[in-house]
């Protein structure tokens, strides 16, 4: 059985949060320019998706305490892949490939190699599970 690790959790939900924001920057600026919202539908399917994965996680109980609280997402590798490949229209190759292309930008980050977290075999995880 695949799984992910938490790391690995984070940059899905991140990156979802990132294409959401291109999304939105792309209505707005369709918008005032008169041509309305040509990313609407791509923008609201995201937006459920990232939704979706934000319902599925788990805090400790009780107060709060800096550096002590644990935190996780309790989402699959089934609902990851639903979160990438769940799109109605041509997006969802789009959404795929910018999936790929940001896991290999993270194999070379310092920071992220790092984490818990196996870039180089994501994408391949996700999309063909």
Request: aromatic share 10%; net charge negative.
């Amino acid at each position: 059985m695949q799984i992910l690790t938490q790391h690995e959790k984070d940059f899905v939900v991140e990156f979802l949060a990132d294409v959401l924001h291109g999304l939105t920057i792309n209505n707005v600026l369709s918008r005032q320019e008169g041509n309305g919202f040509v990313r609407m539908q791509d923008a609201q399917e995201v937006l459920g998706n990232l939704e979706m994965l934000y319902n599925k996680h788990s805090e400790d109980e009780g107060d709060w305490i800096a550096g002590e609280t644990v935190a996780k997402w309790t989402f699959t590798l089934d609902d990851a892949q639903t979160a990438l490949r769940s799109y109605d229209t041509e997006y969802r190759d789009c959404i795929v490939e910018q999936f790929e292309d940001a896991c290999e930008a993270a194999c070379t980050d310092a920071d992220k190699v790092l984490l818990n977290a196996d870039y180089t075999t994501l994408a391949d995880r996700i999309n063909n599970y």
